[in-house]
């Protein structure tokens, strides 16, 4: 293994148990409830720059897949109050036949018309599990969490943990996916994917491939949000805020890296915070959009591509 | 809140939590529902509820037209990603809602009044956009889709901060009332914009076709470059045209608020309504926006009929999604 890869396990490690001594020394829950949210946006910015970042394909349908993460959780959990971690692997499943689909229609369309269908595809199976009343219907649905299990104190600390190791996973993923050859063909085809394929990349297999690991990752991530909530209802599940956040963490931070989304979502997530609870939720949303507009113009790169112009001129000021 | 055209009593503030996009309101009361069939379920079936949801959507579909004209123009024929086109439409409805509830001003002539400042507002915007992507090149569209997202974000907000989250509704004497033929009542609203719709349609049609610059905006969607070999300057043309397309937004704007209460998130299901027209339409035929628009709207009317007004978000989004499955370029489309 390499220098890199030995330093990037060991903080992997050094994150979760920092995360698993949290649960255990603060008390106050707020500090969870605020963090389960960041932790939330991390996982779904980065599942999302595997397909939106390496790509190129720009998925507005994060909120689909967040949404059907807490709809399979919420079905599962009223037939046969399945458990948290039953609930998280089912939405994964349930995300990647969404993904496998999503990738099916990248072969028809591309670039904006893509976005739009995946817009398009939100709002109509938004509209479906608004009209489907065994899981609430349009007016949502109360859950009772069951009692905690044993290591955690409270429930939002387990979630909160639980949310924790799918960061870490999603990161795995996305990392190793930049490193090796799946990563180098999804930049291929994202630059040219009529030389990509001509060149032999099976650029059909790897969209997929990349739709399905996206969409598993964004559907796991919001499998566990009805438990957080204790109440879902399909407007604020398949709430487009969902998708243009993910998408403005993502290109804020940088799709050129694997970090890129994750700072984004740290330094966007922690300021939607700030703001919702200091000033309104309305004054939130008008900071996510001067973000997205800001960033696209003047530094489309995101904060990674700016780190790495400084560094570049620094190298060359020394030559 | 999506049930729009069809939440129709103006005047009548709903207090529902208005969220976006798709929540299919419980608005089932229709003014023109004939025959006092069962109001507020799914209808039962009959020939009659079939003729008035056809005859409805026809209408209905005129209005659609209007609102996705502005976007046929920009997408369809400049192919700006302007997503936040639906945005600017619930803008310039704001702005009508002002105009007349402050100054008495007819909603249809505070359009007009306001039209001046949309192309100046147009011209502006499309510099901004060239400037910052279509002059640097490359994945202009995605990050423009990023972009207009964005500038959509900030139009609610600014509107939400401003105005609250309310339904806002103009008076006009038209607005109101219906016409009777025979069981069926078509509420005059409607036909008002139904008229405005399709002579607007007819207008920017005559313009694109016979005038000079109508042309050169054409040519400019055919070819760019054989324009600047002529010594045209492209720029200058499309700059124009989204000025013309952002201009025909201050009477699409006053429909929108005549046929139903306008609230800040109403842009969200436009995104569907105007994208499904102009993509079915094939990208910047007016006539088959004309065709499209009537499509959804008899659709939409149908199915709200058979189907209740929750199904009602999904239509335009499914639709869609089907053309662009299947027939990518449209009914009228003028690529291959």
Same mark, same amino acid.
């Given at each position: ?319 | 809140?999506?049930?729009?055209? #069809? ?31 069962? &109001? ?121 901060? &401003?105005?609250?989250?309310? &339904? $806002? ?9 219906? #016409? $009777? ?33 109508? $042309? ?5 969607? !055919?070819? !760019? ?13 499309? !700059? #124009? ?69 929750? #199904? ?16 990518? !370029? ?7």
């Amino acid at each position: 293994m390499k220098r890199n890869g030995i330093f990037f396990w060991i903080g992997a490690a050094v994150f979760l148990i920092a995360i698993a001594l949290m649960t255990k020394l603060i008390t106050n829950e707020y500090p969870f409830f605020a963090g389960y949210v960041i932790l939330q946006f991390i996982v779904l910015a980065v599942a999302w720059s595997i397909l939106g970042g390496h790509a190129g394909y720009v998925n507005f349908g994060t909120s689909a897949f967040f949404g059907m993460g807490v709809y399979t959780a919420v079905f599962l959990f009223k037939v046969a109050g399945a458990p948290l971690l039953v609930q998280i692997v089912a939405a994964a499943g349930v995300g990647a036949l969404m993904g496998f689909a999503l990738g099916l229609l990248t072969l028809r369309m591309q670039g904006i018309f893509f976005s739009i269908a995946t817009i398009a595809l939100t709002i109509v199976i938004e509209t479906s599990i608004t009209n489907w009343r065994y899981v609430g219907g349009a007016a949502g649905i109360q859950l009772q969490r069951p009692p905690v299990t044993w290591p955690f104190s409270g429930y939002v600390q387990m979630l909160f943990f639980v949310q924790a190791v799918l960061v870490v996973l999603a990161v795995v993923v996305s990392r190793y996916i930049q490193n090796s050859w799946i990563g180098r063909g999804l930049q291929a085809l994202r630059d040219d994917e009529l030389a990509a394929e001509c060149t032999g990349v099976p650029t059909l297999r790897l969209k997929v491939l990349a739709c399905v690991v996206s969409g598993a990752l964004m559907c796991a991530a919001g499998a566990p949000a009805a438990m957080y909530l204790q109440y879902a209802d399909p407007s604020s599940a398949f709430n487009l805020n969902y998708s243009v956040s993910t998408l403005a963490m993502s290109l804020i931070g940088g799709t050129a890296h694997w970090a890129g989304p994750i700072v984004g979502a740290i330094l966007l997530g922690t300021t939607q915070q700030l703001l919702t609870v200091t000033i309104s939720s309305e004054v939130n949303v008008l900071v996510l959009g001067v973000m997205l507009v800001l960033f696209v113009v003047a530094a489309p790169e995101g904060l990674i591509g700016l780190l790495r112009r400084v560094r570049d001129k620094r190298r060359e000021g020394k030559q | 809140m999506i049930s729009g055209p #069809w939440c129709a009593d103006p005047g009548r503030r709903t207090s529902a939590p208005s969220n976006f996009g798709g929540k299919g309101s419980a608005c089932a009361n229709r003014e023109g529902g004939g025959s006092g069939a069962g &109001q507020g379920g799914p209808y039962v079936f009959s020939f009659e509820l079939l003729l008035d949801a056809v005859v409805l959507g026809v209408l209905l579909g005129c209005f659609y037209a209007a609102v996705s004209l502005g976007l046929s123009v920009a997408f369809g024929l400049l192919d700006v990603p302007h997503v936040a086109h639906p945005a600017f439409l619930v803008l310039a409805s704001y702005a009508v809602y002002v105009l007349n509830e402050f100054y008495g001003i007819d909603p249809l002539l505070a359009g007009l009044l306001i039209t001046p400042f949309l192309f100046v507002f147009g011209l502006a915007a499309y510099r901004l956009y060239y400037e910052t992507f279509e002059k640097r090149g490359s994945d202009a569209g995605v990050r423009g889709i990023a972009f207009f997202f964005g500038i959509a974000f900030i139009i609610e907000v600014l509107i939400i901060l &401003q105005f609250g989250v309310d &339904q $806002r509704s103009v008076t006009a004497p038209y607005i109101g009332k219906a #016409w $009777r033929i025979g069981d069926m009542r078509i509420p005059y609203r409607l036909v008002v914009a139904f008229a405005v719709a399709a002579l607007l349609t007819t207008l920017l049609a005559l313009y694109l076709s016979k005038t000079f610059m109508g $042309r050169a905006i054409r040519a400019v969607a !055919q070819d !760019q470059e054989a324009l600047r070999l002529m010594g045209a300057n492209p720029i200058r043309i499309k !700059q #124009w045209a989204f000025g013309i397309a952002t201009a025909v937004l201050g009477i699409a704007g006053a429909l929108l608020i005549i046929v139903a209460p306008v609230d800040p998130t109403l842009d969200r299901a436009y995104i569907g309504r105007t994208f499904c027209v102009v993509v079915m339409a094939g990208l910047g035929s007016m006539t088959g926006t004309l065709v499209a628009a009537i499509i959804l709207g008899v659709a939409e009317s149908i199915v709200l009929t058979l189907f209740g007004a929750s #199904w009602a978000p999904a239509i335009s989004f499914a639709m869609l999604l089907g053309v662009l499955a299947v027939r990518p !370029q449209g009914l009228f489309g003028r690529r291959s």
